[in-house]
């Protein structure tokens, strides 16, 4: 089966521009989680939504935000983006609810803010 | 204070050599995540624990819930097994509050 697929691959922005990434989970799976991965800070959790609602979000600014639609599928969006949002920003879908499952990861975009 | 701890943060061996990469954490979890990130990024689940053991291949994942504390175990290690090891857990029940992570063990495996 088809695993998680994230777009764009690689995405260069300038600082105040806004970026939207796409996360399109397992076929059945209804959680999509995203978090950040940097050199200094490893990887963070950004936010998690389960049935087209956030459960709960990390410790970003208010810049950073997402959705995630009927199918499943997710985005996130950064706005005014600065130097320190360049990273690896991957997802991960899992079957969700109040059970805990495990994860399956897409391979990530790369952001690079100039 | 890191919530998940790993140690060591890098780690050579020699193939054929048996391999332990530790993991602690100081608050109450639902569940620990074993994964593997090789260069460019992607990331694979390796293993899942609430409790007891788990194998699979050459990797046993062991978590002592009392003590906080699970290892990852690589059985005659091989360089294809040179990757980053990263320890995540669930602080809730049913991933809403998503992953902690470690900071990763960089393992290297000599031929």
């Known amino acids: 089966k088809a695993g998680v697929t994230q777009t764009p691959r690689y995405l260069i922005k300038t600082r105040g521009q806004q970026v939207t990434l796409s996360c399109s989970p397992i076929?059945?799976?209804?959680?999509v989680s995203w978090y950040q991965q940097t050199p200094g800070q490893g990887l963070q959790f950004l936010f998690e939504?389960?049935?087209?609602?956030?459960?709960n979000k990390g410790n970003f600014p208010g810049r950073f935000s997402g959705r995630q639609f009927s199918n499943s599928r997710s985005e996130m969006n950064v706005s005014t983006l600065e130097l320190g949002d360049s990273a690896l920003y991957l997802c991960?879908?899992?079957?969700?609810?109040?059970?805990?499952?495990?994860?399956?990861f897409g391979s990530g975009t790369r952001l690079t803010v100039v | 204070k890191n919530e998940v701890e790993q140690s060591p943060q890098n780690l050579t061996a020699q193939e054929g050599e048996f391999i332990t990469i530790n993991c602690s954490y100081s608050?109450?979890?639902?569940?620990l995540h074993w994964l593997q990130q090789h260069p460019g990024g992607g990331i694979v689940s390796l293993f899942m624990?609430?409790?007891g053991k788990k194998k699979h291949g050459r990797l046993i994942a062991t978590i002592n819930i009392q003590e906080k504390h699970s290892s990852l175990h690589i059985t005659a290690s091989h360089p294809r097994d040179s990757a980053v090891y990263i320890c995540?857990?669930?602080?809730?029940?049913?991933?809403?509050?998503?992953?902690?992570f470690g900071k990763g063990t960089h393992l290297i495996i000599q031929p």
């Open positions: 991960a879908s899992s079957l969700g609810g109040l059970v805990n499952y495990g994860y399956t």
């Open positions: 076929s059945g799976h209804r959680s």
């Open positions: 939504y389960f049935s087209e609602t956030q459960r």
């Open positions: 608050v109450g979890i639902s569940a």
């Open positions: 624990l609430s409790s």
């Open positions: 995540a857990v669930n602080l809730g029940g049913g991933g809403a509050d998503g992953l902690t």
